[in-house]
């Protein structure tokens, strides 16, 4: 079955840097757009970065912008998300996401959390 594994989460200070890891299984990895999401305690779950099977198309959420790198390794059924600058606003449970747009199915890791705090 589909699984996705977090990981690299932690504490950090504001301004430092951190990356996350997604470690995927039981599906064709290296045919699927892969995607990181976050949610903040007491707000909705938001789109982070996305990147598509090949890594032709990378797209972020405007707040992430010039910090926050997605990036993959398909020989490895991995997909990482580099964060620079951390921003206290950074603070959330992040999490791997894939999609099989034939079954209409999201599928979700568990998430890592980050806490961005001096």
């Known amino acids: 079955q589909v699984q996705l594994v977090e990981s690299g989460g932690g504490l950090v200070q504001p301004g430092r840097s951190l990356t996350l890891s997604c470690a995927a299984s039981g599906f064709a990895f290296s045919m699927r757009a892969m995607a990181w999401y976050r949610q903040a305690p007491g707000k909705e779950r938001e789109l982070v970065a996305r990147i598509s099977s090949n890594s032709g198309s990378i797209n972020y959420v405007e707040s992430v912008k010039g910090r926050f790198t997605i990036s993959r390794d398909n020989a490895k059924n991995m997909v990482y998300l580099q964060m620079n600058s951390l921003k206290p606003e950074d603070t959330a449970l992040y999490y791997c996401?894939?999609?099989?747009?034939?079954?209409?199915?999201?599928?979700w890791g568990k998430g890592t959390l980050v806490t961005v705090s001096s």
């Open positions: 996401n894939t999609r099989d747009f034939s079954l209409d199915i999201d599928y």
